[in-house]
């Protein structure tokens, strides 16, 4: 039994969100693969929770998304 990782995940490329109740500072990243998959979860998930667009994840790195 080893000591747990302190290296921090790294991210899979594709559009990331986060979701969180509303008047909430943390909540869930939620991963999509493309562009079309991403606006149709903002949608889903407008309604009842806060959505945060946080960007497109390529080789680890985080991106801005043009255009949101």
């Known amino acids: 039994m080893g000591r747990p990782s302190t290296k921090p995940k790294d ?3 594709g559009y ?8 909430q500072r943390t909540g869930i990243k939620i ?6 998959q991403l606006l149709l ?3 889903e998930y407008k309604e009842s929770k806060e959505v945060v667009v946080l960007g497109k994840s390529e080789n680890g790195k ?6 949101l």
């Open 41 to 43: 979860a903002i949608e």
């Open 62 to 67: 985080m991106k801005d998304i043009p255009g």
């Open 31 to 36: 991963r999509r693969d493309t562009r079309e």
């Open 11 to 13: 991210l899979r490329d």
């Open 16 to 23: 990331y969100i986060e979701v969180r109740n509303k008047n």
